[in-house]
């Protein structure tokens, strides 16, 4: 029963990870990691996943990059081995919030650019380039508060 669900979850880690656009193997890599009761080295995630090194020493980069990943030391031992990071679903949540920022702020540029050069272009894309704008300011500002709220759950 353990067995099943350890592989349901890592495969369903997989396939939440494709729905976002991201590899597959990157979910399955943090499912395997968030189930694990210690950390694991490179050559046992490749082994319990069945999966080549070189892939999973790339996606372990990517993740470490985005805090969701961190390299943990352990005494007497020469390998690198890895652990989900403590925080990882609030910073996984922070990468996105990133990404939706950048959204904010190419909707700013262009709606300025509009408003500024007298565009005569398409009405459609100045009311796209405006309802953008505010959909994403209004993203972010409930962004902020969840992860504000999150903050305080987590301290308490």
């Given at each position: 029963m353990?067995?099943?669900?350890?592989?349901d979850?890592?495969?369903d880690f997989?396939?939440?990870?494709?729905?976002?656009?991201?590899?597959r193997?990157?979910g399955?890599?943090v499912g395997l990691l968030?189930?694990a009761?210690?950390?694991?080295?490179?050559?046992s995630?490749?082994?319990q996943l069945?999966?080549?090194?070189?892939?999973?020493?790339?996606?372990i980069?990517?993740?470490r990059?985005?805090?969701q990943?961190?390299?943990?030391?352990?005494?007497g031992?020469?390998?690198?081995?890895y652990?989900?990071d403590k925080?990882?679903?609030e910073?996984?949540f922070v990468?996105?919030?990133k990404?939706?920022?950048?959204?904010?702020?190419?909707?700013?540029?262009?709606?300025?650019?509009?408003k500024?050069?007298k565009?005569?272009?398409?009405d459609?894309?100045k009311n796209n380039?405006?309802?953008m704008e505010?959909?994403?300011?209004?993203?972010q500002?409930?962004y902020?508060?969840?992860?504000?709220d999150?903050r305080?759950i987590?301290?308490e």
């Open positions: 353990v067995d099943n669900i350890k592989r979850f890592i495969q997989g396939e939440a990870y494709h729905m976002f656009g991201l590899p193997l990157m399955r890599i968030l189930h009761d210690s950390p694991l080295s490179l050559d995630i490749t082994e069945n999966v080549s090194k070189g892939p999973v020493s790339q996606i980069k990517r993740l990059d985005h805090n990943v961190k390299r943990v030391w352990i005494p031992d020469r390998k690198d081995y652990s989900a925080n990882i679903f910073n996984s990468h996105h919030m990404m939706m920022e950048h959204n904010l702020t190419i909707a700013k540029k262009y709606h300025q650019l509009v500024n050069n565009y005569n272009g398409s459609a894309f380039i405006q309802e505010l959909f994403f300011e209004k993203v500002l409930h902020s508060r969840l992860i504000d999150w305080t987590k301290d």
